[in-house]
């Protein structure tokens, strides 16, 4: 399979260059070009090598008839992982890569957040100094706070200052989610005990894999890890089995000062790296409609007998998946062969036509479907917590009470589980998937929670994408998976 890199804001990779790489795929006569974004990125060098082991899984994958029609070309936009997310390049593929250790709070990210926020330099070097320091007063966390929001502050009527939000439509439109306005001590102790709740779940579960030896997706899914209000699976946290998961007002003050100034400070790491998240999560959109959907456009008019199939990873699932908003054309209504989202750091109600909770309002996507030719493929893994816990923190909006200390699954991630809100999308386990093939076109829910499960804090299950079940159903979507 040949493969081609995209940095989507390089000058010599713009419409220009894609033509040019159009061309070249027109006369080797390539039928199909799987377009991958990932967020593996930073000033380190495992970007190359995460998307080196994608391709030889979609080349191991893929049909004999496919062989020497298909190109893989991959994208590379402006993002970061934190210190402790990084797993080695050199002489590992990702699947072996996966972190069981507990995650290292001492490393301040400085130099990715230099790169990140290059108009903050001040900003960063004073979070840098509060990190360094960690003093033990509750002073010192509000001050982090108010770095934060400094940090990320854009500008009212900015043009990417609603796209965090993956909701339009509302009464009172919102952008910024409660973490940046909250005071900064509770917000700490919340991410604080979100840190002690994952790491108990981390270690339940990996008792209970060692106890049932399940894998391969042949076999059954295990019950996801987190409660879910409608159809709750089993969960290891007492707290969470109990119906609602909302703590009382009562209870918070009772709880607020239980834990200690240092230990705080591992939850005021948590907000940083959510933080953070937050403003990639608005590149990432700005990204999508602006630079992906332009590029894909390109591509299809160069080479026009070439199918475009969009992959996202995580925030680069994001990416994707907004490019839909800008990528159509009056000639070319659905440019999308299909797209494939794999724990997409992306709300789980982005494509409903309404919001259960509100009067009115809608998922931002809930009317781009249609650009997708084929299948809408969203992956989801219930031991994803990343998403099953610090998202839902990280994205709830002001004004809203509800699960401050435990999830609160209204603000859950497509990730995580699924679509919500969508009518006719079948719920499909990978081995189903996989067995009996997808719809021609739709979104459909494919949980691979049966593999994507490995890894502890910070991101457990996040990361654990590099499976040949899980590039065949990249390669399924797109009409070009091998047999089994």
């Known amino acids: 399979m040949e493969e081609h890199t995209w940095n989507l804001l390089a000058p010599a990779s713009g419409p220009d260059g894609l033509r040019d790489l159009a061309g070249r795929l027109a006369a080797a006569g390539t039928g199909d070009l799987i377009v991958f974004a990932h967020d593996r990125h930073g000033r380190w060098d495992e970007p190359a090598a995460v998307e080196r082991h994608f391709g030889r899984l979609l080349t191991a994958g893929a049909a004999p008839r496919a062989e020497g029609g298909v190109a893989l070309l991959n994208v590379r936009w402006p993002s970061m992982r934190f210190p402790d997310e990084r797993v080695p390049a050199s002489g590992h593929a990702p699947p072996d890569t996966v972190r069981d250790a507990a995650p290292d709070l001492s490393v301040f990210p400085l130099d990715d957040l230099l790169a990140l926020f290059p108009g903050r330099a001040d900003t960063v070097y004073a979070l ?4 360094r320091h960690r003093r033990a007063r509750h002073t010192d966390l509000d001050d982090v706070g108010l770095l934060l929001r400094r940090l990320v502050a854009l500008p009212l009527g900015a043009p990417g200052g609603a796209a965090g939000s993956d909701t339009t439509g509302e009464i009172v439109p ?3 989610p409660a973490m940046l306005f909250d005071p900064a001590v509770e917000v700490c102790g919340r991410f604080t005990d979100f840190l ?9 579960a990996g008792t209970r894999r060692s106890a049932d030896n399940t894998g391969p997706a042949e076999q059954a899914s295990p019950e996801p890890l987190l409660e879910d209000r409608g159809d709750p699976p089993e969960v290891p946290d007492t707290t969470l089995r109990e119906p609602g998961t909302v703590t009382s007002s009562d209870e918070l003050d009772a709880d607020r000062g239980r ?4 230990h705080l400070w591992d939850g005021a790491y948590e907000l940083l790296r959510q933080v953070t998240y937050h403003a990639l999560r ?3 959109a700005v990204l999508g409609r602006e630079r992906l959907a332009a590029g894909v456009r390109t591509l299809r008019a160069a080479a026009p007998g070439t199918r475009v199939h969009l992959v996202g990873h995580g ?4 990416l994707a998946a907004h490019a839909l908003t800008e990528v159509r054309t009056e000639r070319d209504p659905a440019p999308v062969a299909s797209l494939t989202l794999l724990q997409a750091a992306v709300s789980h109600h982005v494509f409903a036509p309404s919001i259960p909770w509100q009067l009115r309002g809608r998922g931002r996507l809930h009317d781009v479907v249609e650009a997708v030719a084929g299948p809408l493929v969203v992956g989801h893994s219930g031991h994803d917590l990343l998403l099953g816990l610090m998202f839902p923190q990280a994205t709830k909006m002001t004004g809203d009470a509800a699960g401050h200390t435990t999830p609160d ?3 859950g991630a497509l990730g995580f589980d699924g679509a919500q809100g969508v009518d006719g999308g079948p719920e499909l386990t990978l081995a189903t998937a996989l067995r009996a093939g997808l719809p021609e076109s739709g979104i459909v829910n494919v949980d691979t929670s049966a593999v994507v499960r ?4 910070p991101n457990p299950g996040h990361d654990d994408i590099w499976h040949e079940d899980v590039a065949r159903l990249v390669l399924a979507a797109a009409g070009l998976a091998g047999p089994a």
């Open 128 to 131: 840098d100094d509060a990190f």
């Open 174 to 176: 919102q952008s910024d």
């Open 196 to 204: 002690e709740l994952m790491a108990e779940t981390c270690e339940e």
């Open 282 to 284: 608005r590149r990432a």
């Open 409 to 411: 699954r209204r603000w």
């Open 259 to 262: 834990h200690s100034v240092p």
């Open 454 to 457: 490995r890894g502890g804090p």
């Open 315 to 318: 925030m680069g699932a994001r």
